[in-house]
Structures are given as C-alpha cells and as structure tokens.
Nanobody, 124 residues
C-alpha cells in the first residue's frame, strides 16, 4: 500500500511555471513507477508524464514534451513535475499515480494508487 499526496498547484499566468510535488508514504517508493495525469471536467483523465523506478527513463505526452519535466527523489519519497511555459489548455486537476508493475505507462487503468489531485489554473 502507498498513499500519495500532491501539492504545488495554483493560479499562474500563461508563460509562467509551477512545480508540483507528490510525496509517497511507505518505505518502498523506489519500487514504484510514478506517473502524472490530469483531468478537466467532462473529460477523461489523460497521461502527462511517467518515470521509471530509478528515474533514468521518462515518458511524456506530446502536448507537454519540451515544457514539462518529471523527476524523482527516492531518498525523499517524492516525485516532481516541473511545468514551464504554461498554457491555458494546461488548466486541470493534476494527479500523481503509482504502481509496482505497470508496463503501459500511459494507461491510467494500469496504476493502482492515486493521490487526491491538485488544481492548476493557467490564465490567459
């Protein structure tokens, strides 16, 4: 079992930056693949980024590639999402997710553990 708590959301102007954090409980954080997803009202939750257990390998949605960076600190049980050059279409609730055995990183149904989400609002 792992519990995830996101933070760092807020209101920012277009072109600005935010860094989201997700802290995991438990002593086996390094055993989990970590992902970030986002959701807007009436839409499916969509993949944003994911990172391997060691942090060596990452994957991004095309819509955020070259603007967002996912990273992790296994000593601090934390995964981050650095978001730069934010656009109004990035406005959403952002969720972090974890799973030990996920192979389809972009598939939300492959993750067993989810945080409560943090709101990101980008004004134009």
């Amino acid at each position: 079992q792992v519990q995830l708590v996101e933070s760092g959301g807020g209101l920012v102007q277009a072109g600005g930056s935010l860094r989201l954090s997700c802290v995991a409980s438990g002593r086996t954080f390094s055993a989990y693949v970590m992902g970030w997803f986002r959701q807007t009202p009436g839409k499916e939750r969509e993949f944003v980024a994911a990172i391997s257990r060691t942090g060596v390998t990452t994957s991004y949605a095309d819509s955020v590639k070259d603007r967002f960076t996912i990273s992790r600190d296994n000593a601090e049980n934390t995964v981050y999402l650095q978001m730069n050059s934010l656009k109004p279409e990035d406005t959403a609730v952002y969720f972090c997710a974890a799973d030990r055995y996920v192979s389809r990183w972009r598939d939300k149904s492959a993750y067993d553990y989810w945080g409560q989400g943090t709101q990101v609002t980008v004004s134009s």
